[in-house]
């Protein structure tokens, strides 16, 4: 069973720039990650370039066969665009936070504020 989640990055126009993350959404699994792994601008950048996940590793890693489990690398993410091949799965952008947090298809939302991690349930 999936925990989804969304994981947003607050733009300085007050936008939400934001991705979704299929897999262990929950704070002792994306909400973990993020806050051990994903600390600097560069690096979340690079996450919100990498678009919507299937699961979120602790590195960014390469591209890998989506399909055969066999030989994914468990410490890199998993994307639907890179390692899949699918397409629109860019991140989205939102108005604002109360968009963004109005989806409520996901389990909670994580959001980069420019210095730290916020956490919002559904």
Not at 64 to 85: M, P, V
Not at 99 to 115: A, F, I, K, M, P
Request: net charge negative.
């Amino acid at each position: 069973m999936s925990t989804r989640s969304s994981i947003g990055v607050k733009l300085p126009n007050e936008q939400i720039k934001a991705i979704y993350c299929h897999f262990d959404g929950y704070p002792s699994g994306v909400g973990k990650i993020l806050k051990d792994h994903y600390t600097t601008e560069e690096k979340i950048n690079t996450l919100m370039e990498l678009g919507d996940l299937s699961v979120l590793g602790p590195e960014i890693g390469e591209k890998q066969d989506f399909d055969n489990q066999n030989t994914h690398n468990e410490n890199w993410c998993l994307a639907y665009g890179r390692d899949r091949g699918q397409a629109e799965t860019e991140a989205s952008i939102y108005s604002d936070i109360k968009e963004w947090v109005g989806e409520t298809w996901v389990d909670y939302h994580y959001l980069w504020n420019g210095s730290n991690w916020e956490i919002t349930k559904a």
